[in-house]
């Protein structure tokens, strides 16, 4: 196995993969429904925020209030991917981060809870976005885990 095939690292590539297929079909749609820009706006802004708590930084984006250009969508996908994966190369994954929440909660979680959060967040909301749009008719592309892990293949 690659060392850059490790399961978290797995996660972080689909997850990357799925963001940018979603921002690509964004971009080519007539007009950006205000949800789903809101959505996918703040899918980036959580990968700020806990990338500046994993930095001990202050977060340039805020995240249900971001407004982001949806031109910079896959420029800001693509700097945090990097980011996380050389980060989780570099302390193998281990480890733990005490940070504050937005209420300045303070809370310690291990990397690889933070890793799987970021994913399944992502998730979760690319999947509102998704179930959004094809409310107005709109085929969003297919970001499951496995249709990723077969294209890795081929």
């Known amino acids: 196995m690659h060392p850059t095939d490790t399961p978290l690292l797995l996660l972080m590539q689909h997850e990357h993969w799925a963001n940018?297929?979603?921002?690509r079909w964004l971009l080519t749609?007539?007009?950006?429904p205000d949800r789903a820009k809101s959505?996918?706006?703040?899918?980036?802004?959580?990968h700020d925020n806990w990338w500046a708590?994993?930095?001990?930084?202050?977060?340039?984006?805020?995240?249900?209030?971001?407004?982001?250009?949806?031109?910079?969508?896959?420029?800001l996908l693509d700097l945090y991917h990097r980011q996380?994966?050389?980060?989780?190369v570099r302390t193998g994954a281990t480890g733990s981060i005490t940070y504050q929440n937005l209420r300045r909660e303070s809370f310690t979680n291990d990397v690889p809870s933070i890793i799987i959060h970021l994913s399944l967040h992502a998730q979760y909301h690319r999947g509102q976005i998704t179930e959004h749009l094809r409310a107005s008719a709109a085929t969003p592309?297919?970001?499951?885990?496995?249709v990723w892990a077969r294209q890795q293949r081929s």
């Open 20 to 23: 940018v297929r979603i921002a």
């Open 29 to 32: 749609l007539p007009e950006i």
């Open 39 to 46: 959505l996918f706006d703040h899918i980036i802004a959580a």
């Open 53 to 75: 708590r994993v930095a001990q930084s202050t977060p340039s984006l805020t995240t249900w209030t971001a407004n982001l250009q949806p031109a910079q969508y896959e420029t």
């Open 84 to 88: 996380w994966v050389a980060w989780l």
């Open 141 to 146: 592309p297919p970001t499951d885990y496995i």
